[in-house]
């Protein structure tokens, strides 16, 4: 099975901008990994911000944004806000079968 | 507004067979192509794909819960079930059906596996 890494932890100043990364065991990530990207705080069900790559909904907040760069997916957040602080999973498919990443803990301070 | 709501017992024994049932409402499961899937998040850990299915019963299973893991749709209850057999305590876990583009999640029902 793939294996799909992510940064274990990231820190961010609030007003800040950072870069989470999801990498894929199998090479690069692309267009047809479809990635996911999903914030989860604690206690509360994760919540999907991101689909395709780089497609928000109505609630992603307009300072996230997904691309693929660098033969990876990535969410970057620009202008951090103390409520960003949460842990953060990239999702992979591959043809159909879905992996998580480890997902990356960001903490605002 | 699609709501999702898992059922089923929250404790099973060792080498027993664990089954949840997710129940879709608020629309009809058939009537989207988006996949529906079980995910699963140990205590304290992070999230893992469990498996999906589509309204046609195309599934697709975690390579390393392949051999115990059954996922089924029954469009006629609007509900798709998940079927884990052999559990053991490592299975422990909040486990949540849902269907990720759109943002519909079940509230994730905690399986404990214990004697």
């Known amino acids: 099975q793939a294996v799909v890494t992510q940064e274990p932890s990231l820190t961010v100043s609030p007003g800040g901008t950072v870069t989470l990364t999801c990498g894929s065991s199998?090479?690069?990530?692309?267009?047809?990994?479809?990635p996911y990207w999903f914030q989860q705080k604690p206690g509360q069900v994760p919540r999907t911000l991101i689909y395709e790559s780089s497609s928000k909904y109505s609630w992603t907040p307009a300072r996230f944004s997904g691309s693929l760069l660098g033969g990876k997916a990535a969410l970057t957040l620009s202008g951090a806000q103390p409520e960003d602080e949460a842990d953060y999973y990239c999702?992979?498919?591959?043809?159909?079968?879905?992996?998580f990443g480890g997902g990356t803990k960001l903490t605002v301070l | 507004q699609l709501q999702l709501q898992e059922s089923g017992p929250g404790l099973v024994k060792p080498s027993e067979t664990l089954s949840l049932t997710c129940t879709v409402s608020g629309g009809s499961i058939s009537s989207s192509g988006y996949f529906w899937g079980w995910i699963r998040q140990p205590p304290g850990k992070g999230l893992e794909w469990i498996g999906s299915i589509f309204y046609t019963g195309t599934t697709y299973y975690n390579p390393s819960l392949k051999t115990r893991l059954t996922i089924s749709v029954d469009t006629s209850k609007n509900q798709f079930s998940l079927r884990l057999t052999s559990v053991t305590a490592a299975d422990t876990a909040v486990y949540h059906c849902?269907?990720?583009?759109?943002?519909?999640w079940g509230q994730g029902t905690l399986v404990t596996v214990s004697s």
């Open positions: 199998t090479g690069a990530v692309t267009s047809g990994h479809y």
């Open positions: 999702l992979l498919s591959y043809s159909g079968a879905r992996v």
């Open positions: 849902a269907r990720p583009h759109g943002n519909y």
